[in-house]
C-alpha cells in the first residue's frame, strides 16, 4: 500500500497485510472487480447460495481500501435518490418498496455480523439530523412532509427532544429516523473479506484490473476469464478504459478525534451512538464511536480535473479546517481546537442523475453496482444481495426494486465537467454562508435540489 497516503482511523486499527496477488490467468465463473463492500457482499451472497461457484475477487490495493474502509459510519437506510425523485419515475408503490428494502438491510447487516463473528461496533441509534437555523428548520419541516407518503420512519422533533440526542449549539428542532447503526466500517469490511474466505471465494489482491471486456478480465499479472464480470469500483471506475464519464469520483474528508472524557458525552449527548448532521445544504455528518471518539466528516473538496484520483487530495488543508470549525461551533466544550488524532479523505462515485444503479447485462455477462453519493454502506450490501440474485437468476422481489438495471447517463465532457461541479459545489458553501448570515432562504441554490436527486 506504498504510497496511499494517511489512511483512516478505521483502517488504523485493522491488520492490512496483503492477501496474495494474482499469480497469473485463469478461470472463473464469476469475476469481482473491487473488494469493498459491494464486491464483497456480491461474492458473500454468491458464494453462500452455490458453494461450487469459483469467485474471484480482484483488488488493486487491499479489501476495504476505497470508501468501504473510509466512510463515516453510518449504516443507514438513505439512498442517494429521494424517495420523491424515485417515485417521479416509478410511482410511490415502488419507492415505497425500496424504501422498505433499505430499512431492512439495517438489520441484515447486523445480522450477518453476528452470524459471522464480525464485531464492528454496530449500534442501532437512528439519525438525528438537527435544524440549527429558521432556514434549516424550514428544509428540515419539508422533508419530514416530503418523505411521509413513503414509510421512512422519519419524525419532527421538537428542540428540546433533538437536544436531548444531540445537545450541539442553536438546536430548533430537529428530525429522528430508528433506521441507521453507527459501526466501525473498517473492522466490517475486513471482518466480511475473511468471511467470503471461508466460504471458499478467493480474494486477489494487490492487482490492478487494466481493461475489462465481456468474458475477460484484464491485470498486470494475467487474465481472468468468467461468464459473468462484477464492476464494484465506486468512486475508481473513471479509471478504467471506457469508464471516464460514468461516475465522477468526489472527495469526502474525515477527522475523528481522541477518546473525549465522560463529562463530554453527558453534555453532548448522543447516548445511544445515534448518527448525526444538520439541515446546511454542504452535507456534514458524524457519529460517537464505541471508543468515545467523535468521527467527523463533510464535502467540499473540489472535483479535480478529468476525474482525476490521487491519495494527496484526502488531505485538502481548507477542508480540514473547516471541519475543525464545524466541528468546535457544534461543540464548544472541545476546545478552541479539536483533539484530532486521525484525518483523512476518500473518493465516492457520483453518477449524472444521482441515482444508484445496480445491473446485469445478460447479453454481456456485465454487472455493475454502485454510484452510492456517499451512502453506500447499507446500499452496498443491498447491491450484493441483488447482483447474487440476478446473476443465479433467481426471480425475487429484490431483482424488481426500481434501482435494478438503471442506466446512468454519462457526465458531461472536460472542461464542462470540472466546470460545472466545481461551480456546484462553491454554490452550495455560498448559500450556506448567505442564510446563515440573513437567515433567509437563499433561492439561486434551489438549483441544486435538481442536480441531487431532491
Not at 463492500?37 to 451472497?45: R, S, V
Not at 464485531?119 to 432556514?135: F, I, M, N
Not at 459545489?425 to 440573513?438: G, I, N
Request: hydrophobic residues 45%; proline residues 6%.
Amino acid at each position: 500500500m506504498s504510497g496511499q497516503g494517511p489512511i483512516s482511523y478505521w483502517l488504523s486499527t485493522a491488520d492490512l497485510t496483503p492477501r496474495a496477488a494474482l499469480p497469473g490467468s485463469t478461470d472463473a465463473d464469476v469475476v469481482v472487480i473491487g473488494a469493498g463492500f459491494t464486491g464483497l457482499w456480491t461474492a458473500y451472497y454468491l458464494a453462500a447460495a452455490d458453494p461450487g461457484l469459483r469467485i474471484v475477487v480482484l483488488e488493486a490495493q487491499v479489501a476495504g481500501y476505497g470508501a468501504s474502509g473510509r466512510n463515516g459510519g453510518w449504516c443507514s437506510a438513505l439512498f442517494p435518490a429521494s424517495p420523491a425523485a424515485v417515485a417521479r419515475k416509478h410511482g410511490v408503490a415502488r419507492a415505497s418498496a425500496l424504501v422498505a428494502a433499505m430499512r431492512d438491510t439495517i438489520d441484515e447487516i447486523g445480522r450477518v455480523a453476528t452470524a459471522e463473528g464480525v464485531d464492528c461496533d454496530y449500534a442501532k441509534g437512528g439519525t438525528v439530523v438537527l435544524a440549527r437555523s429558521a432556514v434549516q428548520e424550514a428544509r428540515g419541516r419539508a422533508v419530514v412532509d416530503a418523505e411521509a407518503p413513503f414509510g421512512t420512519g422519519l419524525a419532527w422533533l421538537a428542540a428540546p427532544e433533538a437536544s436531548a440526542l444531540c445537545n450541539a449549539t442553536r438546536v430548533r428542532g430537529g428530525t429522528y429516523t430508528p433506521h441507521c447503526a453507527a459501526i466501525h466500517p473498517g473492522k466490517l469490511v475486513r471482518g466480511l473479506a475473511d468471511a467470503v474466505e471461508r466460504l471458499g471465494v478467493t480474494i486477489r489482491e494487490q492487482t490492478r484490473v487494466l481493461r475489462l471486456q465481456p468474458g475477460r478480465v484484464e491485470t498486470e499479472a494475467g487474465s481472468v476469464r468468467a461468464e459473468v464480470i462484477v464492476r464494484a469500483t465506486e468512486g475508481y471506475t473513471a479509471g478504467l478504459p471506457g469508464h471516464r464519464r460514468l461516475l465522477v469520483p468526489l472527495y469526502s474528508l474525515m477527522a475523528v478525534t481522541e477518546p473525549l472524557p465522560a463529562s463530554f458525552w453527558a453534555h453532548a449527548g448522543l447516548a445511544r451512538r445515534e448518527t448525526f448532521s444538520d439541515f446546511r445544504r454542504m452535507i456534514i455528518y458524524g457519529q460517537r464511536t464505541a471508543d468515545d471518539r467523535l468521527a467527523f466528516g463533510g464535502r467540499g473538496a473540489p472535483y479535480h480535473y478529468g476525474s482525476q484520483v490521487a491519495p494527496a487530495f484526502g488531505q485538502d488543508t481548507r477542508v480540514h479546517t473547516a471541519i475543525d470549525r464545524t466541528l468546535v461551533d457544534l461543540f464548544p466544550a472541545l476546545g478552541p481546537r479539536p483533539p484530532v488524532t486521525h484525518r483523512w479523505g476518500g473518493p465516492l462515485g457520483v453518477p449524472r442523475d444521482w441515482t444508484a444503479s445496480v445491473g446485469l447485462d445478460r447479453s454481456t455477462g456485465l454487472a455493475w453496482g454502485g454510484g452510492y453519493v456517499g451512502d453506500g454502506v447499507a446500499t452496498a450490501n443491498l447491491a450484493g444481495r441483488t447482483l447474487a440474485d440476478l446473476i443465479s437468476g433467481r426471480d425475487s422481489a429484490r431483482a424488481r426494486l426500481p434501482w435494478v438495471g438503471h442506466r446512468w447517463p454519462q457526465w458531461e465532457p472536460e472542461p464542462l465537467r470540472w466546470l460545472a461541479i466545481n461551480a456546484g459545489l462553491r454554490l452550495a458553501e455560498f448559500a450556506d454562508a448567505r442564510e446563515a448570515r440573513t437567515g433567509r432562504v437563499f433561492r439561486p441554490a434551489a438549483v441544486l435540489g435538481h442536480l441531487t436527486g431532491e
